[in-house]
C-alpha cells in the first residue's frame, strides 16, 4: 500500500494535530488572500525530478552513491543575488568533485536552497537590554531587525519567499543547463578569496589528475565524458505547513499527492513528533522526505516515525538526519541504529554534524568549533561501522561566501576572527575551505 492511501489523509488533515513553530498572523483576511494566490501560482519542481530524486536516495540507501546536502541555514530575501547564489552552488560543486573522485561512486546533490527561508526557534521571544519581542523566524515570516514592526508576522513574505524560491531556482537552472556543473570546467568553480587558501594546494592536484583522467578516457573511447545533464535537487525544512498545503499538488497521470515547492522536504528536530502537524503533512506526500533526530530521540518514536512516515518500506522515501553533537554520537546513535534495524527499515542515514555542536560565546556569538564538526563526522562514520550500519550521507550548512563564522578548520579561525565576516542572522556557516577539508576528510573515512 503506497503512503497516500492512508485513511484520512489531506492536504488539510495536519490541521487536526497540534502544530509547533507555527507563526501567529493578526490579520486573518490577508492571509487566506495570500494563501489562495499561493495555489494558484505553479510548481517550483516538477514531480518526475522527485520521484528521480527517490531512485537516488534509493542507491545511496544500497550503498551506491553519497549524499551531499549544505546550504546557508536560512536563505535571506537580500541574498537572492547571482554573486550570493552561484557561489554557494560553487561549493557544493567542488566538494561534489572531491567526493566523486575520492569515493568513485555517484553523489546525489541537494542544495538547502530555493526555499530555506524559515527557521524553528527554541523561545517564542527574544530579550535584549530588558526589551522582549518575537523571535525572528526567518525572511519567511518576519524581519531580523529587533523592532516590533519587523518581528510581527507578515502573511506577504510568504510570496515573497515562494518568488525569491523560484527566482533562486530559475537561475540555478540556467547555471547547470548552461554547462556551469562541466568537470570539464572546474575554473567556473573557482572562488577568488580561496586563493591563499592552504586547502587550495591538494583541491588544485585533485583538479589536475581528474582532469588526465577525463582526457585519458576521453582518448580512449572517442566521446566527452560526463555528458548527461546534472542532477541538483532542493531541499527545505517543511515548517511553515499553511503554505507547504498551498505547493501540495495532484500531477496528472501520478497517483498521490506532491509537495511541489521542492524536491525534499525535511521535518526538523523540534517539529518531529509523532501525533504532532507536521508528521502528519509529511505522511501524505509522495517526494522523499527526512526527519532530523537528535539525543532526545528515544528508539520507540523512531520506530512510530518511521511506520507513519512509511508504512510500505519504500526505498528512497525516507533519510534520518542524525544531530547528535560530538560527545553525544557514540552514546545516543546506536539505540537507533538497532531500533532501524529491529524494523527491518529501509533508511538512508546522514550525519549533520552542525547542529549539535552550536555554542555561544562570553560575548553572546553563535559558533561551532570546526574539531567539533570533524570529529562528530569521524565518529558517524565509525559508529555505523561498528553497528553493521553505513553512513550514506552528511547535511551541512556552509556558504561559498568568504565568512569567519565556525572556529578553526585550515586558517585556524579565532574567536576575534569571527567579527571580521560574520553574516549569519541564524547559525554559523563553514565556509569554503572549512567545507573542502570536511570533503577529503569524508573520502579518507569513506574509504578505509
Ligand atoms: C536546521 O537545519 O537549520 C535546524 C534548525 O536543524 P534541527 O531541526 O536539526 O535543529
Ligand atoms: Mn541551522
Same mark, same amino acid.
Given at each position: 500500500m503506497?503512503? $497516500?492511501?492512508?485513511?484520512?489523509?489531506?492536504?488539510?488533515?495536519?490541521?487536526?494535530?497540534?502544530?509547533?513553530?507555527?507563526? #501567529?498572523? /493578526?490579520?486573518?483576511?490577508?492571509?487566506?488572500? #495570500?494563501?489562495? @494566490?499561493?495555489?494558484?501560482?505553479?510548481?517550483? #519542481?516538477?514531480?518526475?525530478? $522527485?520521484?528521480?530524486?527517490?531512485?537516488?536516495?534509493?542507491?545511496?540507501?544500497?550503498?551506491?552513491?553519497f549524499l551531499l546536502q549544505g546550504g546557508d541555514c536560512?536563505?535571506?530575501?537580500? /541574498?537572492?543575488?547571482?554573486?550570493?547564489?552561484?557561489?554557494?552552488?560553487?561549493?557544493?560543486?567542488?566538494?561534489?568533485?572531491?567526493?566523486?573522485?575520492?569515493?568513485?561512486?555517484? $553523489?546525489?546533490?541537494i542544495g538547502r536552497i530555493a526555499g530555506q527561508y524559515a527557521k524553528p526557534r527554541s523561545t517564542d521571544l527574544e530579550t535584549r537590554q530588558g526589551?522582549?519581542?518575537?523571535?525572528?523566524?526567518? /525572511?519567511?515570516?518576519?524581519?531580523?531587525?529587533? %523592532?516590533?514592526?519587523?518581528?510581527?508576522?507578515?502573511?506577504?513574505?510568504m510570496l515573497r519567499g515562494h518568488a525569491h524560491s523560484a527566482m533562486t531556482m530559475n537561475f540555478v537552472r540556467s547555471l547547470l543547463d548552461g554547462g556551469f556543473a562541466d568537470a570539464h570546467h572546474p575554473e567556473y568553480w573557482d572562488l577568488q578569496w580561496m586563493n591563499c587558501s592552504p586547502m587550495q594546494a591538494e583541491y588544485r592536484r585533485l583538479v589536475q589528475a581528474i582532469g588526465d583522467s577525463m582526457r585519458f578516457v576521453e582518448a580512449l573511447s572517442g566521446d566527452r565524458a560526463g555528458?548527461?545533464?546534472?542532477?541538483?535537487?532542493?531541499?527545505?525544512?517543511?515548517?511553515?505547513?499553511?503554505y507547504e498545503q498551498t505547493q501540495t499538488r495532484h500531477v496528472p497521470r501520478q497517483e498521490g499527492w506532491f509537495n511541489l515547492s521542492t524536491h525534499f522536504p525535511w521535518i526538523g528536530m523540534r517539529t518531529a513528533h509523532v501525533d504532532g502537524a507536521h508528521v502528519e503533512y509529511c505522511r501524505g506526500v509522495r517526494n522523499p522526505i527526512a526527519v532530523k533526530v537528535g539525543p532526545g530521540t528515544e528508539s520507540d518514536q523512531l520506530k512510530r516515525l518511521i511506520a507513519i512516515l512509511n508504512p510500505t518500506n519504500?526505498?528512497?522515501?525516507?533519510?534520518?538526519?542524525?544531530?547528535?553533537g560530538e560527545g553525544n554520537i557514540e552514546y545516543h546513535l546506536p539505540?537507533?541504529?538497532?531500533?532501524?534495524?529491529?524494523?527491518?527499515?529501509? $533508511?538512508?542515514?546522514?550525519?549533520?554534524?552542525?547542529?549539535?555542536? %552550536? @555554542? %555561544?560565546?562570553?560575548?553572546?556569538v553563535k559558533t561551532r568549533r570546526f574539531e567539533n564538526i570533524r %570529529?562528530?563526522?569521524?565518529?558517524?562514520?565509525?559508529?555505523?561501522?561498528?553497528?553493521?550500519?553505513?553512513?550514506?550521507?552528511?547535511?551541512?550548512?556552509?556558504t561559498g561566501e568568504n565568512v569567519t563564522e565556525c572556529l578553526g578548520g585550515a586558517r585556524n579561525l579565532r574567536e576575534e576572527d569571527l567579527a571580521r565576516r560574520y553574516r549569519t542572522q541564524v547559525d554559523p556557516r563553514l565556509n569554503c575551505e572549512q567545507a573542502l577539508e570536511?570533503?577529503?576528510?569524508?573520502?579518507?573515512?569513506?574509504?578505509r
Open positions: 503506497d503512503s $497516500v492511501d492512508t485513511p484520512q489523509w489531506s492536504p488539510e488533515s495536519w490541521r487536526d494535530k497540534p502544530a509547533a513553530q507555527q507563526p #501567529v498572523y /493578526d490579520e486573518p483576511n490577508k492571509l487566506e488572500l #495570500v494563501l489562495s @494566490e499561493l495555489e494558484r501560482l505553479p510548481p517550483l #519542481v516538477t514531480s518526475g525530478e $522527485v520521484l528521480a530524486l527517490k531512485r537516488s536516495l534509493a542507491q545511496a540507501q544500497d550503498g551506491k552513491a536560512a536563505e535571506q530575501f537580500d /541574498d537572492c543575488t547571482s554573486g550570493h547564489i552561484s557561489n554557494d552552488l560553487k561549493v557544493l560543486l567542488q566538494m561534489n568533485l572531491v567526493l566523486v573522485h575520492g569515493l568513485k561512486q555517484p $553523489v546525489v546533490r526589551v522582549s519581542l518575537p523571535s525572528y523566524r526567518g /525572511d519567511f515570516v518576519n524581519g531580523p531587525e529587533f %523592532t516590533a514592526e519587523a518581528r510581527r508576522p507578515d502573511p506577504q513574505r555528458g548527461a545533464r546534472p542532477e541538483f535537487y532542493t531541499s527545505h525544512e517543511a515548517l511553515v505547513l499553511q519504500e526505498p528512497g522515501r525516507l533519510t534520518l538526519i542524525h544531530r547528535m539505540p537507533l541504529i538497532a531500533a532501524v534495524r529491529q524494523e527491518g527499515a529501509r $533508511v538512508l542515514w546522514c550525519c549533520d554534524a552542525m547542529h549539535g555542536n %552550536t @555554542e %555561544t560565546l562570553g560575548n553572546g %570529529t562528530e563526522l569521524e565518529r558517524a562514520f565509525d559508529v555505523h561501522a561498528a553497528c553493521g550500519s553505513r553512513l550514506g550521507g552528511v547535511h551541512l550548512e556552509m570536511l570533503a577529503m576528510l569524508i573520502v579518507r573515512k569513506h574509504s
